[in-house]
């Protein structure tokens, strides 16, 4: 699955002479956390998230008055709050290396840029729905979480006898073991009795580490 298959494709954008209050409520109106900023081209410069804007407000403590400090942020401009260096993707970059480069960037959303133009976003929402798809988190069955050893044919062994039970594999998910030696799959299926698939998994020596049906 690549990033194109599930960014949004028309991104609420601002342009660099918008205002940190303007910005603040293009959010509110579009329910989005972050924004990226274009310059009269159209071209990205930067982002910016609901987090810059809230942390520029001004304190509570702040000797200013109420009038000083709303004429202070009607003049702030995003340029001054916003990420300049931007971290994108491409369109054809695979989903998983997207979350990858968000989690070890700390962040929340990748713009996505084709050829220079910003085409699409991809943000931590769109990975979490992708991510209660692969476990089938909206599929009623039997979920199995199993520990195994890693090693070749371990997964073809369970799909084979599950599928020789009669089952339908809703979703299968492999996770690392507590050391190398181990794997962990979690496997929804439907169509087979709890205590026949169980049987069969043990059969196979895998170790159950949790089944409920969900």
Same mark, same amino acid.
């Given at each position: 699955?690549?990033?194109?298959?599930?960014?949004?494709?028309?991104?609420?954008?601002? %342009?660099?002479?918008? %205002?940190?209050?303007?910005?603040?409520?293009?959010?509110? $109106?579009?329910?989005?956390?972050?924004?990226?900023? *274009?310059?009269?081209?159209?071209?990205?410069?930067?982002?910016?998230? $609901?987090?810059? *804007?809230? =942390?520029?407000?001004?304190?509570?403590?702040?000797?200013?008055?109420?009038?000083?400090?709303? =004429?202070?942020?009607?003049?702030?401009?995003? &340029?001054?709050?916003?990420?300049?260096?931007?971290?994108?993707?491409?369109?054809?970059?695979?989903?998983?290396?997207?979350?990858?480069?968000?989690?070890?960037? !700390?962040?929340?959303?990748?713009?996505?840029?084709?050829?220079?133009?910003?085409?699409?976003?991809? &943000?931590? &929402?769109?990975?979490? !729905?992708?991510?209660?798809?692969?476990?089938?988190?909206?599929? !009623?069955?039997?979920?199995?979480? *199993?520990?195994?050893?890693?090693?070749?044919?371990?997964?073809?062994?369970? %799909?084979? $006898?599950?599928?020789?039970?009669?089952?339908?594999?809703?979703?299968?998910?492999?996770?690392?073991?507590?050391?190398?030696?181990?794997?962990?799959?979690?496997? !929804?299926?439907?169509?087979?009795?709890?205590? $026949? *698939?169980?049987?069969?998994?043990?059969?196979?020596?895998? %170790?159950?580490?949790?089944?409920?049906?969900?």
């Amino acid at each position: 699955m690549l990033v194109q298959e599930r960014m949004s494709t028309h991104p609420v954008t601002i %342009t660099t002479e918008t %205002t940190m209050t303007d910005a603040l409520r293009v959010m509110r $109106e579009n329910q989005v956390r972050r924004l990226p900023v *274009l310059d009269e081209t159209g071209r990205l410069v930067g982002i910016v998230s $609901e987090k810059d *804007l809230l =942390y520029a407000s001004p304190s509570p403590a702040t000797s200013l008055s109420i009038y000083e400090m709303h =004429y202070m942020l009607t003049q702030l401009r995003v &340029t001054e709050l916003m990420t300049s260096d931007v971290i994108t993707v491409a369109p054809d970059v695979p989903l998983e290396e997207a979350a990858r480069i968000m989690a070890d960037n !700390k962040i929340g959303g990748l713009p996505v840029v084709d050829d220079g133009d910003l085409v699409g976003i991809i &943000t931590e &929402t769109d990975i979490f !729905k992708v991510f209660l798809e692969l476990l089938g988190a909206r599929e !009623k069955g039997l979920r199995l979480t *199993l520990l195994i050893p890693e090693r070749k044919g371990e997964i073809a062994r369970i %799909t084979t $006898e599950i599928a020789r039970l009669g089952g339908n594999i809703l979703a299968l998910g492999t996770f690392l073991g507590d050391d190398p030696t181990t794997a962990v799959v979690t496997v !929804k299926v439907e169509d087979v009795p709890a205590a $026949e *698939l169980e049987a069969a998994m043990r059969d196979l020596n895998c %170790t159950i580490l949790d089944s409920r049906e969900i």
